[in-house]
Every structure is written in structure tokens, then in C-alpha cells.
């Protein structure tokens, strides 16, 4: 589960943590979602996430982008409820993806490099392998259920090719390919379109069901 802060938190009041300095600091509620809070600490950490994959300063992100990272924060917890105790992350598939975003910064090579990068987003190193397994664990739940439902069929394909992929290629000057060679990029593209429409679906369906509470102004608010 996200790391929940032990607050006793009634409706959207404001839950008052204390730092090590001596000041204090709000970390309020910006959703509530079936009785699972989530904090302003809890979205600055997803921005800073998106922000990390993303290459991209969280500071620079728009209202509408701010909004869009609580949606997707919403969304992780509703999937969240559906994960069974059982489908646990190895350290090992943590570890390998973990190698993976590295190599998206130059400073990710060495190990003080790296540490420059999550420095630069607020991370910690426990945080990012939290980030990583929740992140895996959600994408083997989605890929269980939706996955096996998806087919494609060869009509599918040829209209994408004809449709889609030969006037791209046209349009960028490039040397028109067969149809039996791009075959498999066809149907892994159509299959992956399919598998984010349903998981749309999906989650619209979930929304409907859960009891979803957030406050007026939380999704454009960028206080701290």
C-alpha cells in the first residue's frame, strides 16, 4: 500500500504533521477514496514521480497537468483495492526496472549521479523501489485481467496498415514497407490500444462504484 500517514482525519480537516526543526508544516487532504486518505505530500510525491519518467521539473507542471497526476493518483488507489496479497513484486523485477529508468539520465551511470537526480525531485532511493514495485504490481494486475480478452484480427490490421501506417510513412519521406513485415509492430500497437481503452473502461467502472471525495480548489491548488 502508499505509505499513509497514522492521522485520525474526520471528512477533509486539516491534519497538522510537526518537522524535525521545530516548525510545522500542512499536509492536508486533497481525496478521500473509499475511506483511504490521500495526502498533498502523497500528489507532490506523484508529480515528482511523473516528473522523474518524464524527464521534467514538477515545479513546471500546469494546473491541468497537476489535476491530471491526483486523477492518476485516484485511479492507483481504486486499481490498489484490487491487487490480492498475493501478487507481490520481486526485488530482483525492482531491481531491473530500476536499471531502466537510470539509463534516462546521463548522471544515472555512477552512484553519486544517480543520487544528484533524486535530489533533484525530492526522491529517496526507498522511495523510488516503493514507486517501482507498486508501479509493476499494478501493470501485472491490469495485464491479468484485460490481457487475455484482447484479439486482434487481420482486418484490424490491414486497415491500420493502409490507414495509418503508409501515410505516415509517406508524410516523413520514408521507404514504404510490406505488410508482412510489420505485421507483429501492427497487432502489438492495436493490442496495446485495446488494453488502455479497456482500462479505461475499467476505471470508469470502479469510479462509479467508489465513494470519491475531493476538495474544491485541491486540483489546481500547487501550495506545498
Not at 485520525?8 to 486518505?37: K, M, P, Y
Amino acid at each position: 500500500m502508499r505509505r499513509w500517514k497514522q492521522l485520525v482525519i474526520c471528512g477533509f480537516c486539516t491534519a497538522w504533521l510537526s518537522v524535525a526543526q521545530g516548525g510545522e508544516i500542512v499536509d492536508r487532504v486533497v481525496a478521500n477514496v473509499n475511506g483511504h486518505v490521500l495526502l498533498q505530500s502523497d500528489w507532490e510525491e506523484e508529480l515528482a514521480w511523473e516528473g522523474l519518467l518524464n524527464g521534467r521539473a514538477p515545479d513546471t507542471f500546469t494546473s491541468a497537468e497537476r489535476k491530471g497526476a491526483l486523477d492518476r493518483l485516484i485511479d492507483q488507489e481504486l486499481l490498489r483495492e484490487q491487487v490480492r496479497p498475493t501478487d507481490s513484486v520481486s526485488a530482483e523485477q525492482i531491481a531491473g526496472r530500476l536499471k531502466e529508468v537510470r539509463k534516462l539520465y546521463a548522471d544515472g551511470a555512477t552512484e553519486e549521479g544517480w543520487r544528484g537526480v533524486l535530489k533533484r525531485y525530492g526522491l529517496t532511493q526507498s522511495v523510488v523501489d516503493r514507486r517501482l514495485g507498486e508501479d509493476l504490481q499494478l501493470m501485472r494486475l491490469v495485464e491479468a485481467r484485460l490481457r487475455p480478452s484482447i484479439q486482434i484480427d487481420q482486418k484490424a490490421v490491414e486497415s491500420y496498415y493502409h490507414d495509418q501506417l503508409l501515410p505516415e510513412l509517406k508524410k516523413a519521406g520514408a521507404k514504404e514497407v510490406a505488410l508482412a513485415e510489420v505485421v507483429g509492430h501492427i497487432r502489438d500497437v492495436l493490442a496495446e490500444e485495446k488494453l488502455n481503452q479497456l482500462l479505461s473502461s475499467w476505471l470508469t467502472s470502479l469510479r462509479s462504484e467508489s465513494h470519491i471525495e475531493t476538495p474544491e480548489g485541491s486540483a489546481g491548488d500547487q501550495s506545498p
